[in-house]
Each structure stands twice: as structure tokens, then as C-alpha cells.
């Protein structure tokens, strides 16, 4: 192990404004602020928060090896408290830790302290400790061996540029930086001080989003990047060290924020197709079944993928005969996908989880059955070539098209709702 690693005073001494990144930052603050717009526009945000940090406890812990399939994690929600399946478990209480700090930032008027980041850490790894204290942590490449990274060694240290950090984060006036920029120099800091024994890169991927909400450039906590860094895992790394070997500073923020900006535009896809969705089985519920259509009863389909009896019965406070009748009428006409696991029948939100299929890329289906999806806002994307084009661009299905069994027959269907 070598010496640990010269770190940086925020912000760094050099100008960060230069014209690519200002260019990228127009970008990236216009997804942004689009993302923030329309997701305030929408009815049931409790839905989309809920359904969206599922998706992001998956991947950011998937960055870390932590590996679950979305039916493993669907499943598991059906029975949050028997999980017998370690990722799943680690994955849930990722969740939880979202959702902690997210209510903590709330209670604080948008503080984000350090006491913050120890309580999310514990949470995290359901382990007592806080900051390092004793030597020895190092960052290896896992497949070489190589040590990529030498954090401080000493306890003191660590307290020491954490608070400074601390200060960097929550004293606004103290850097004029516009707030992505300085969200990119936060992260870079918080991984290289590297504060905890484990836990440091998902944590430090929720200081991200606290801090974008911080900055009020969110107002509910839906952009989360974690895709987009597995998607470019060898750059995130690669360019981690870049700032500490060549004091690449420009290329880490640009990469930042192209994260925010193709993650930003992911997000309203997916925020657009769930109103569209929701639009559409709304019609369909209130056309062929109005004696069982409640708002209720929809978004209790919504907010859980997997659903079961027991779920209906408390979120429509219905008895469970009644449940399990609505849940089988809405399988015989197709609404969900009714499935069997040992003695028990759960039932899918087909239609949701093949959004996430898509958007999350783990879409083994996609590979094998060409189908398309399409939105509220007439996109429609290809999954063989796993792009998004315009309506318009594309041949019209056929009337008969079908992919589920459940689905969206046509455009027309859809813009006629939207
Ligand atoms: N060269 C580097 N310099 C600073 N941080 C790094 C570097 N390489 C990786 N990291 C960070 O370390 C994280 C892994 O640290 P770890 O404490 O194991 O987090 P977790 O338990 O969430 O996996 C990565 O996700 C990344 O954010
Ligand atoms: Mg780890």
C-alpha cells in the first residue's frame, strides 16, 4: 500500500467553466428541469417515488456487485419480511435508506450533515459503525489486484475533510459553481475521502440525489444515475482516477453531467409511460369493469408490480373474499397476469414490469420477442435495437399487434387517451 492520496480543497483551483462544460451544463440542466416540471405535474407521486428507488436499489447495488433479477425483487416485495435471498435483502434496506435520507433532508430544510451520512451508512449495511478509524482501507482493481486508490489512513483525517466537506456541501454562498457542477466535485470528494469501511459508493450515490434536491433542482427524489454508471462502469472508474493521477477535472464533470442528462431523460420516459399506462387502464377499467374501478384500486396496481390478496385488502380496505374476486376478474380480463408460487397466487402488473424491463436493459425477454411499447407522448422504442424513435418514423403496427396479450394495439390507441 502507498501513501494515501493528495486530495483536493473544494472547490478545486482551476477554472471548471470552461466552454464544453458549460455547453454539457445548458444540457443537462434542461433535462433536468423538464424531468422536474412534468414529474410535479403528476397525480400519485408516492407511485413514482416508490417504483423508481426499487429500480435504483437494484442497480447501485448492482455497481457493487450486489446482484438481483427484477422477478427476484418483484417477488421479494410480495413478502418483503421472508426474503431468504442475501441481495434481496441488501437491496431492500438500500431502499429504505433512500427513503431515510430523503425524509431526513426534509425535516432539516435541505441540510445534508454528516451525522446524515453515518445514520444512511448504518442503515445501509445494518452495522453500528461510523467514519474509519482504524488504517488499512485501500480501493484494488478487483481483477488485477492493483491498488487504484489510497484514502486517508487516519481517523483524524477523515473527520477532518469531511467536515470540510460538510461545509462545501451545505454553505451555498461560499462557491458560486452552479449546482451540477458542484454535485460532480462533491462525489468525487466524498468517494476519494472514501469515509466508510464499506457502503461508500452507494451512499455516495444517494448524497448525490439529496444534494440535487438540496439545490432544488428536484423536488422529489426520482433522478438516479446508478444506470447509466453500469452502463459506463469503466469510465466511471477510469475517470475517478483521472482526477487524482492527472487532475482531469473537466472530463469528470462532463461525465457527471451527461449522467444527469440522459438519466434525466430516461426518467421522464418512464414518468410518461406510467401516466400513460395508468390513463389507459383507467379507461379500460371504467369501459369493461365500472362496478370495480376505484382510483384506489389503480394505484394500488401501480404502486405494487407484484401484487397479491392481502395488498388489495389493505390498500382498498375491502375484505379479502372481495380482493381475491377483484384480482381474479381482473386476470380473466387481462388487466394482470395471474401466477402461482408454492400454495400462493400473486398476480403481475404485466404491462408496468416490462417498463422496467426495458429501462433497467436486464430484458431478457426483449432479446428473444420483438416488441414495441409506446407512450403517451408517441415515442415508441424498438427493443431489438433497444432505441427509441418517433412515432412517425416507424412502420404502423399491425391492427392485430398484441405483445403481451395485453397491450397497446396501436398508436392511435394511445393518442387518442393522451
Ligand atoms: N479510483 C477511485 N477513486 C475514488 N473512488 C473510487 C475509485 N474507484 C472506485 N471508487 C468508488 O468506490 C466505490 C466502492 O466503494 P465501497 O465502499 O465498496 O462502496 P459499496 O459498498 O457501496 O460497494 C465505487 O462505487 C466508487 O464510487
Ligand atoms: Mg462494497
Sequence with gaps: MGPPAQLPDLPPAIDLETPRVLKALAAASRSLAELKGRAAAIPNQGILIDTLALQEAKASSEIENIVTTQDELFRASLYPETSYVPAVREVARYRKTLRLGYERLQKTQGLITNNLLIDLCRRLLARGDGFRTIPGTVLMNEATGETVHVP??????????????????????????????????????????????DGNGRVGRILNLLYLTRAGL??????????????????????????????????????????????????????????????????????ELPKLYSQDLLNSLFLHPYTRIDFIKRDLKVTRPTAAK?????????????????????????????????????????????????????????????????????????KTWRPWGLGIESCEDRRSLS
Excluded at 451545505?170 to 466535485?185: F, G
Excluded at 415515442?379 to 433497444?386: A, E, I, L, T
Design 152 to 197: 486517508p489512513q487516519d481517523g483524524n483525517e477523515v473527520i477532518a475533510r469531511m467536515t470540510a466537506l460538510e461545509r462545501f456541501i451545505n454553505e451555498d454562498e461560499s462557491c458560486r459553481l452552479d449546482p451540477l457542477i458542484k454535485m460532480a466535485l462533491i462525489h468525487y470528494q466524498f468517494e476519494s475521502i472514501h469515509p466508510f469501511h
Design 218 to 287: 428536484l423536488d422529489i427524489p426520482i433522478l438516479y444515475h446508478s444506470r447509466y454508471i453500469i452502463r459506463t462502469r469503466a469510465d466511471y472508474y477510469r475517470l475517478l482516477r483521472a482526477v487524482r493521477d492527472h487532475g482531469a477535472w473537466e472530463d469528470w464533470v462532463l461525465y457527471m453531467l451527461e449522467a444527469v442528462t440522459e438519466t434525466a431523460a430516461a426518467t421522464l420516459r418512464i414518468v410518461e409511460e406510467m401516466r400513460g399506462q395508468m390513463a389507459y387502464m383507467k379507461q379500460r377499467l371504467r369501459d
Design 326 to 398: 377483484y384480482l381474479n376478474t381482473l386476470a380473466e380480463h387481462g388487466f394482470v397476469e395471474k401466477r402461482r408460487a408454492g400454495r400462493n397466487n400473486y398476480y403481475v402488473n404485466v404491462e408496468l414490469v416490462k417498463l422496467f424491463l426495458i429501462e433497467s436493459g436486464d430484458d431478457q425477454w426483449a432479446l428473444t420477442r420483438p416488441f414495441c411499447i409506446t407512450t403517451s407522448r408517441h415515442w415508441r422504442r424498438c427493443c431489438v435495437s433497444s432505441r427509441w424513435k418517433a412515432c412517425g418514423s416507424m412502420p404502423p403496427l399491425p
